[in-house]
Each structure stands twice: as structure tokens, then as C-alpha cells.
């Protein structure tokens, strides 16, 4: 397999950070803000804020789906849906990141 120098980027992390410019061969690599990688969005000041965010938005979306598509709404037939489909989302959130900041719960307390 080829090395695609392409493909790839920069990520400074940590705060006392110099933001050097970087080559491989002729190509210089790209600086990048956030990157996200298995699943997880990482910034330059290692803050999870924008994972939260997204994860929440996907939920959001989600139960969206969920009150589009299922007409009745008693809880034996909700909490299972949003057992099954909308909880692994905010618990993973939860478990892998531990939120930095209230206002960073607080978004996710929302959701629920």
C-alpha cells in the first residue's frame, strides 16, 4: 500500500503550542483546527465541547425520527424506542468524554 501524503495533517496540541509548518518531501501538510478520529472530535485545546455538541444533535435527530414515525406516544412504547435507539448515544458521550464544564452537562441534561 502507498503512503498518501495527501491525506495527511497537522493537529497542535496542548498550550504551549508552536505552530510550525511541516513537509513531508515537497508537500506541506495542512494545519488542522479539530480532528476527528474512531468517532471522537479533538481540538487543539484537547476540549470536548464540539463532541458533546454533536452527540446531542444526533439524539436530537433521532428522537426526532422517532416522533415522526411512531403515532402513539404511551411509554410502553416510547421508553423502549428511546431505550434502544437514543440512550447509547448520551451514555457514550458520558462514559468516554466526562464533561469538562457544566454548561458542557447542562446540554446534555437538555436532551434527556
Request: positive net charge; glycine residues 6%; charged residues 25%.
Amino acid at each position: 500500500m502507498k503512503f498518501n501524503k495527501e491525506k495527511c495533517k497537522v493537529l497542535h496540541l496542548g498550550k504551549n503550542k508552536s505552530m510550525h509548518q511541516y513537509m513531508i518531501g515537497a508537500i506541506q501538510l495542512e494545519i488542522n483546527l479539530a480532528e476527528k478520529d474512531t468517532g471522537v472530535l479533538v481540538d487543539t485545546k484537547l476540549n470536548m465541547g464540539q463532541q458533546d455538541a454533536l452527540v446531542v444533535k444526533k439524539a436530537n435527530g433521532i428522537l426526532g425520527c422517532i416522533r415522526k414515525s411512531v403515532t402513539s406516544r404511551l411509554r410502553e412504547v416510547t421508553l423502549p424506542l428511546y431505550s434502544a435507539l437514543v440512550r447509547p448515544y448520551l451514555e457514550y458521550c458520558v462514559q468516554f468524554l466526562t464533561p469538562q464544564y457544566k454548561r458542557d452537562m447542562d446540554i446534555l441534561e437538555t436532551d434527556q
